[in-house]
């Protein structure tokens, strides 16, 4: 019994197929991002990412910010990973 399918093909199969052995599949990992995130305060947080010069500052504003209970002048309203989240899906 093979140990796992990718593609509709078992893993003992992928070892062999074609003539050049092995071929990468959807398993095989293509990137692995490096990041160093910072808890700041609160719901600061600082992230450090790749090809970026300068941390990305991460927080809360508006309905999040009423949503987590943060007063409205506790802190700079930043962007918050859901908006980036939702921007890079967008993108």
């Known amino acids: 019994m093979p140990r796992f399918w990718v593609g509709g093909h078992s893993s003992d199969s992928l070892a062999t197929a074609g003539t050049g052995g092995y071929k990468p599949g959807m398993t095989d990992v293509a990137y ?3 990041i160093r995130i910072e808890r700041v305060k609160g719901p600061i947080r600082r992230a ?3 090809a970026e010069q300068q941390p990305v500052i991460f927080g809360v504003h508006g309905a ?7 007063a409205p002048d506790a802190y ?3 962007a918050t990973t ?3 989240v939702i921007a890079a899906a967008a993108g």
């Open 82 to 84: 859901l908006d980036y």
């Open 48 to 50: 450090f990412l790749p």
């Open 32 to 34: 692995q991002s490096r």
């Open 64 to 70: 999040v910010a009423k949503h987590y209970k943060v």
């Open 76 to 78: 700079e309203p930043h």
